[in-house]
């Protein structure tokens, strides 16, 4: 009896804990982009994975979508996705939080064999104001370059400035996954989709997590 009476203790301790996480992440993050997290997640729950993944119940299609993505080598096939949820999300300031998305992009020739790729980024910055940096990246120019190729990459990067990462950093100090993720970042200064898969696979996670459903969506799907 005493065990068990101890046993439900601890039950409401880590409940407790973890409500009083997702309120202070939601909070940092603010309601508004919170609120856009939430409809995303359960928007690809309740359509992306329960399409491609009738037969299995949520946690387990997160696992396998993963498995799939660590096999393929890819990320989300983000044709898949809804074209309301890719709209919210690229509309948003949600998008602003998490990344740093260039704002105008131009090549300069250096020379005849030389040019400069400028990007300016815009992004959101934990105050909640917008703010503007510049890049330059040097390439070997060759007249059969096609410019329009280089700058319709993808050259967003992630926004260490802006309020998501400041909230998973409040909330977790030495918490497990989480915690790996956030020192990873810091010291590759970047993701990586593919050592992301790998990690949270060879990683007992839970897949219903508030805070791994989010990583995974943010990591994986709205890749930018």
């Not at 105050?127 to 059969?144: L, P």
Request: charged share 30%; with cysteine.
């Amino acid at each position: 009896m005493k065990f068990i009476k101890t046993f439900i203790i601890l039950i409401l301790f880590f409940s407790c804990s973890n409500k009083e996480r997702i309120s202070e992440f939601e909070n940092i993050l603010g309601d508004e982009n919170s609120k856009t997290l939430t409809y995303l997640v359960n928007d690809f729950e309740n359509d992306y994975l329960k399409k491609q993944y009738s037969n299995l119940d949520t946690p387990k299609a997160y696992r396998q979508f993963l498995t799939e993505m660590k096999n393929d080598g890819q990320t989300a096939d983000l044709s898949k996705i809804s074209e309301k949820s890719k709209l919210l999300f690229e509309q948003s300031n949600l998008r602003l939080e998490i990344y740093s998305i260039p704002d105008s992009i131009w090549i300069e020739r250096e020379s005849n064999t030389r040019a400069i790729t400028k990007i300016r980024y815009k992004y959101l910055t934990s105050d909640g104001t917008f703010n503007f940096r510049s890049s330059e990246s040097h390439f070997n120019y060759k007249v059969t370059i096609n410019e329009d190729s280089i700058i319709n990459l993808n050259w967003a990067q992630l926004n260490f400035e802006g309020r998501y990462k400041k909230a998973f950093e409040t909330v977790f100090q030495k918490t497990g996954f989480v915690e790996e993720y956030i020192d990873v970042m810091d010291q590759s200064g970047g993701s990586n989709p593919a050592s992301f898969v790998y990690r949270i696979l060879e990683t007992d996670v839970d897949y219903n997590d508030y805070f791994i459903k989010r990583l995974i969506l943010t990591e994986m799907v709205y890749t930018r």
